[in-house]
């Protein structure tokens, strides 16, 4: 079955790290997104790519980094520029009016 | 500016009540609408969206959703509430537009309890 993989479900980062997490998606969508979602905040876009090779800062992009090498793969890096990296993110992908399809998410936790 | 409202933030209701759940929307073009369901811990998970049509849309798990134009909303409903339903629930407005202009826009999100 078609869907999107996110992983690890869990993730712990040191003070300084940069972690990378996984998203990939088998539905041939060509778009993908990235969100961060904190509680009571809803869903705040970090990043989105609408074509291959290509990708646009959302609202919150100070301290993440994406790439977009192959349309199946979105992975979004959390640097160390990011002062308050925990969150619960989300990655989904699209075609074009159809709406999104998400997947299950990655809790990244600073320890 | 484009944007979407769910005014209420938590929202309880009985098992077996009838539930709604109220979004409205500023949107400059004719909009497509989706309602979205999280567990805790867990994706989204799409419930129904309207496209054009009938403007009365049907989902999954009971749902069902009605569109309307003058009021600029899209309001979530079902009829008898279950206590697997308690989720958060997320309304969404976006078009078919290439590049950014297609983006959802997602609102805050309206949290749903159901007391025993």
Redesign the interface.
Known sequence: DGGITQSPKYLFRKEGQNVTLSCEQNLNHDAMYWYRQDPGQGLRLIYYSQIVNDFQKGDIAEGYSVSREKKESFPLTVTSAQKNPTAFYLCASSQQGFGYTFGSGTRLTVV | AQSVTQPD?HITVSEGASLELRCNYSYGATP?L?W?VQSP??????LL?Y?SGDTLVQGIKGFEAEFKRSQSSFNLRKPSVHWSDAAEY?C?V???????Q???I????TKLSVKP
């Open positions: 933030i497509y989706f979205y811990g867990q994706g989204l998970q799409l969206k496209f997320f969404a976006g078009a078919r537009y290439g590049g950014s297609g983006n959802l997602f609102g805050k999100g």
